[in-house]
């Protein structure tokens, strides 16, 4: 069974303060990680697609990494605004079936 | 451009009864996958449907069931509902090979049984 697991569950920063979330997964065959940003009340935001270890992918003050057992979330200079859920996402396979599993996720609370 | 929409927003049912819940997929995106997210956990997979066949099926009861009609619209019915049922259901589509990559939601139906 796909496993993801996110750390940590909650992480407050303050304006500017540079720090990462961590990913980790076991899936039998990867076939792509996702990050996703969900506020209160809404369904997830897309963010990143990554499929393969050493992979890269940068949009604004976040960058997403991957390795063979982890990814990375980097969120550089965060700003209030980044304040949300951020899930990640495994996509596996399991009797032929396509199956994607989300990890619970890290609640961000960015001050000013 | 809309979005994904999902229709109704919030809904109230008792244990026992049935339940249809509805997806509209962005224009054009012939992908739609549903999934429950309860409260303080990530969503969980129930179902991708592509091109109107079922491709992907995630761990619940067959309670739970799908479809997917002509115009790519989407329907969630779950049977016999259980205090259990009661969550946020998220749909959403994808415009990209067999839909599993990038996909877009809606707000949610929430659902609650009591």
């Known amino acids: 069974e796909d496993q993801v697991t996110q750390s940590p569950e909650a992480l407050r920063l303050q304006e500017g303060e540079s720090s990462s979330l961590n990913c980790s997964y076991t899936?039998?065959?990867?076939?792509?990680l996702f990050w996703y940003r969900q506020d209160p009340g809404k369904g997830p935001e897309f963010l990143f697609t990554?499929?393969?270890a050493g992979e890269e992918k940068e949009k604004e003050r976040l960058k997403a990494t991957l390795t063979k057992k982890e990814s990375f979330l980097h969120i550089t200079a965060p700003k209030p605004e980044d304040s949300a859920t951020y899930l990640c996402a495994v996509l596996g396979s399991w009797s032929g079936y396509s199956t994607l599993t989300f990890g619970k996720g890290t609640m961000l609370l960015v001050s000013p | 451009d809309a979005g994904v929409t999902q229709s109704p927003t919030h809904l109230i049912k008792t244990r026992g009864q049935h339940v249809t819940l509805r997806c509209s997929p962005i224009s054009g995106h012939k992908s739609v996958s549903w999934y429950q997210q309860v409260l303080g956990q990530g969503p969980q997979f129930i179902f991708q449907?592509?091109?109107?066949?079922?491709?992907g099926r995630g761990n619940f009861p067959d309670r739970f069931s799908a479809r997917q009609f002509p115009n790519y619209s989407s329907e969630l019915n779950v049977n016999a509902l259980l205090l259990g049922d009661s969550a946020l259901y998220l749909c959403?589509?994808?415009?990209?090979?067999?839909?599993?990559?990038?996909?877009?939601f809606g707000p949610g139906t929430r659902l609650t049984v009591t």
């Open positions: 990554l499929y393969s």
């Open positions: 959403a589509s994808s415009g990209t090979g067999t839909g599993m990559n990038e996909q877009y």
């Open positions: 899936v039998s065959g990867l076939r792509g």
């Open positions: 449907y592509y091109e109107k066949e079922e491709r």
